[in-house]
Each structure stands twice: as C-alpha cells, then as structure tokens.
C-alpha cells in the first residue's frame, strides 16, 4: 500500500476536525513517522464514566477488565500490525471498507479497537429513553420503541458465538443485524452494512463474570445504560 501524500493529509486531517467539531467519534490520530509516510494509529477513548458507574447492570470488574484489558489489547495489535504490515489508510473509513486486503490481525483487532470505542460512548448511566426525531425513525422503521428493542435483542440473542448486534443507518434507512467476532457494518466484509448508530457486544467477555451463560439477561438489563442522547447525535450527524 502505497504512503499518502501530504496533500491528501492535509485533506483529511481538516475533514477530521470539521468530524470531530460535530461530536463524532474519530478513533485514529494521524503521525508523521518519515517523509510523507503516514503512520495511522488507534487509540483508547477515556471512559466517559467510572467503571462502577453502570452498576448493577455492567458489574465493575468485568468494565475494567473489557476496557483495560480486552480493549487495551486490540488498540496495542491493531497498531502493532499497522506499523508491521505498512498499513497506509487515512481514515477508519477507508481501513474498514478495505477489510477483505487486510491481514486477521489487522482485521479482528481494528474493529475490536474501533467497535469497544463506540460501545463505550453507547452507553451512560441513568439511561432514558430516545425522544424526538430518532424516536420518529425508530417507530418508522420498526413500528415501535419495543419493537425496535425485541429485534435488536434478537440480533444479540441469535449470534452464535461472539460478536455484536448493530443498529446502523444505510442510506437513511435504519436497519438492525449481527457480525461475528469484531466485525463492524464499515467493512467491506460485513452482511450488514451501513454507519452504526448503537452497538452492543456479545462476547461471554462482555458478561459472564455477572451473568454466566445469561446472555438474555445481560441485554434485557443492558438496555437501562443506552445513551439515547449519543445515539441521536451520531443520527442527526448523517
Ligand atoms: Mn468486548
């Protein structure tokens, strides 16, 4: 792959700030290792709360062990593989829609990088419920607020083995579905495919310690910490 000039540096460097003026989440940052080469690299949000502060529903060990851990450990082999495999795409975007060139460590720990960034903003304590104009579109495109509950559950429920259920907007069309392992809707790859709005991880990691083998349980509970006010932002950014 071929190094990006500097121009087209230049270019998405102010496309990352007019994104991140807007609230979104941009999990690369860009440095200059030689010449013009570009040396993409994830990294970890901050925990936008403490680890306890989800409980009862997200118990406070697994929190620090899926983010300093799990987490820590797809940020640190996603980077390693980049820096290995002279990775040299600008933006997640275009990391994520070339998924099929990349290796299985690039692949798995990207989007387990990128999906565990977005789950944390996905979440807050004292939920509430969405309102508005992604209310609006919920009952839309699902009937209902339950409705829209039950299936996305169902995503969760139905993925055999690990992986994430996904709420993302395709074409302006909200749609619901399920990756296996750390797959995301941006890559190429991907069944579902679209800009994720809300995620949930599936992966025994991301509940046993609480739950053991009751992964129902986790997501009826899971939906009292959903950060509707992030969800509709990351909608009304489209
Ligand atoms: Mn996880």
Known sequence: MKPISRRKFVS????????????STMLFKSTEASSN????QFSQVALPYTSSALEPYIDTMTMEIHYSKHHAAYIKNVNE???AENIAFATEKDFFANTAKLSAKARNN????WNHNFFWLSMKAGSATPS?????????SFGSLE???KQFSDAGMKRFGSGWAWLVSDGGKLKIGSTP???NPMMNVSEIKGTPLLALDVWEHAYYLKYQNKRVEYITNWWNVVNWDEVAKRAASL
């Open 12 to 23: 998405d460097s102010l496309k990352t700030a007019a994104v991140a003026s807007l609230g």
């Open 37 to 40: 080469a570009m040396v993409l």
């Open 81 to 83: 593989a980049i820096t």
């Open 110 to 113: 990207g989007g387990g990088a």
């Open 132 to 140: 508005g104009k992604l209310l609006d579109a919920i009952n839309a």
């Open 147 to 149: 409705e829209f509950k």
């Open 181 to 183: 392992n750390q797959d």
